[in-house]
């Protein structure tokens, strides 16, 4: 007996299912991952990482999405959807498919100063903030100008709708 992952039916492996071998043969659906992979926004932080990527002029690495957790606090976490190398330099950020900022628990400017933070204790150079929206909403970019405002030493990507989609 197997459940599905994604539609959580419970189904049995049967003889007559695999048809000619003798043990069943395992498949790998790339359908199955682009659908996962769109239907959680994977498509926002792919979009921000080819912006910086046509930005860097000599090296440019990146990473999926990263899990970052302190030791000094296990239960602290923090998830980093935007993760690159551009031009020697660490860049981080957060992608979002609503033009909103606003985490579960937390605002806009919490989010913010929690990646501004982050930055710091990395030593990253920028922080990327990403929506496929053509813009974010009113706190959201208060909190993303009040950051560049705070933190002169910090750059700031702020990558909208079009920024993202626009071939260059």
């Known amino acids: 007996m197997f459940t599905c992952p994604r539609c959580a039916t419970l189904q049995q492996y049967r003889r007559e299912n695999w048809l000619t071998t003798k043990e069943p043969p ?6 199955e991952i682009v659908y996962q992979f769109l ?3 994977g498509d926002v932080a792919l979009l921000a990482t080819d912006v910086l990527q046509r930005e ?9 999405e990263l899990k970052i957790r302190s030791e000094a606090s296990l239960d602290e976490k923090l ?11 660490i860049v981080i950020g957060e992608a979002k498919s609503n033009g909103s900022l606003k985490d579960n628990d937390q605002k806009p400017a919490q989010v913010v100063a929690k990646y501004r933070s982050l930055a710091k204790k990395m030593g990253a150079s920028a922080v990327a903030f990403a929506t496929t929206e053509p813009a974010w909403d009113e706190a959201s970019q208060t909190a993303i100008d009040s950051l560049r ?6 750059w700031v990507y702020n990558l909208r709708g079009r920024e ?3 071939k260059r």
């Open 79 to 89: 998830e980093i959807d935007i993760c690159s190398i551009v031009n020697n330099k």
């Open 56 to 64: 860097a002029q000599r090296r440019f690495l990146y990473s999926s």
């Open 26 to 31: 395992w498949h790998y659906k790339l359908d």
């Open 149 to 154: 405002q705070d933190d002169p030493l910090l």
């Open 164 to 166: 993202l989609m626009t």
């Open 39 to 41: 239907h959680h926004h």
